[in-house]
C-alpha cells in the first residue's frame, strides 16, 4: 500500500515531459496520505492482510503472543506479535518512506519548487505567493542582489494586478512554458525582466537537475572496483565520453587518432586496425 500511494509521485517524476511546478503538488500529497495511512489506516490494513490470509490458507499467528524471532520457537522477544507488525514493521516502513521524501526535497528543493510553483499561471495564478517567489530569488543571489530583489517585489505587485485583471492573454495558459511565450509574444519580457528571468530559470532548472543526477549515476560506470584510482582529470574525460556517447559515435577512429598523433611528437605512428 506504501508503494501505491507513492507510485503516482514516482512516475510522475521519471517523466521527461513533467511540469516541475506540479511536482510539490504530488510530493505534498504524497506525504499527507502516507502520514494520514501511519494514524488511521493500521486497522484496516491489517483486516486486509487477515482476509488474505485467510482465504489463501496462509497460518495467521495469535497478534496478543509474543513474537518469535527467526524459526526457532524457542527465540521469543518480549513484545507481541502485533507490536511487531504494527510499530515494527508498519511505522517502520511508513517512517522510512517519509525520510526518504524528505531527503530528496530537503528545505531548499522545497523552497524551489514551491517557489516555482507560485508562478504557476493555471487558473489565473490561483497559486501566485509572492513571498515564495522572494524566498526562491534569494538562492540566486548572482541574478539577484539586494537592489534587484527590492525590484523584483515591486515588478511582482504590479505584474499579478496586471495578469489577472488587464490582460486576457494570460486567462488560459496551461504552464510555464505557454506563460514564457506569452511574455515574448507581448513583449513584456522587457517591461518585467525579473520577472521573465525566474520564469526561464523554472524551465532550466529541471534540466540542469537531471544533467547532474545523471553524471551522478554515470559515475558508478565509469569509477568502479577495477578503475577507482582514477583521477579528477580522467574521470571527468571519462565521464563526458559516457554521458555524450550518443556523439562520441559519430566521431570517426581515424579522426580520434590523428588528434592524439598531433598532440606532440611520438616514437611510433598509430594506426586504426
Known sequence: MVLLFTNELNKALQKIDQDIVNAMIMLDRAKKRLQMMRETEWNFLLDE???????????????????????????????SYLHHFHVEVFYTVIDLKLQELNDCFDGVTTDLLLGMASLNPVDSFANFDNDRIMKWAEYYPSKFGDNK????GFQLDSFII?????????????????FARVMIVTKLDLTWPLIYLLVKLTLLIPV????????????KYIKNDLRNRMDDDILNDCLVCYIERKIFKTVSNDAIIDRFQSMKTRRGQLQSE
Do not use: W
Request: net charge positive; hydrophobic share 35%; proline share 2%.
Open 49 to 79: 492482510v487477515c482476509l488474505f490470509c485467510s482465504k489463501h490458507d496462509i497460518l495467521i499467528p495469535k497478534m496478543d503472543e509474543n513474537y518469535t524471532i527467526g524459526k526457532s520457537k524457542r527465540k521469543r522477544s518480549e513484545f
Open 149 to 152: 530583489l527590492r525590484e523584483l
Open 208 to 219: 540542469a537537475t537531471a544533467s547532474v543526477e545523471r553524471v551522478f549515476s554515470s559515475m
Open 162 to 178: 496586471y495578469a489577472q485583471k488587464s490582460d486576457s492573454k494570460f486567462l488560459n495558459l496551461k504552464g510555464i512554458k505557454d
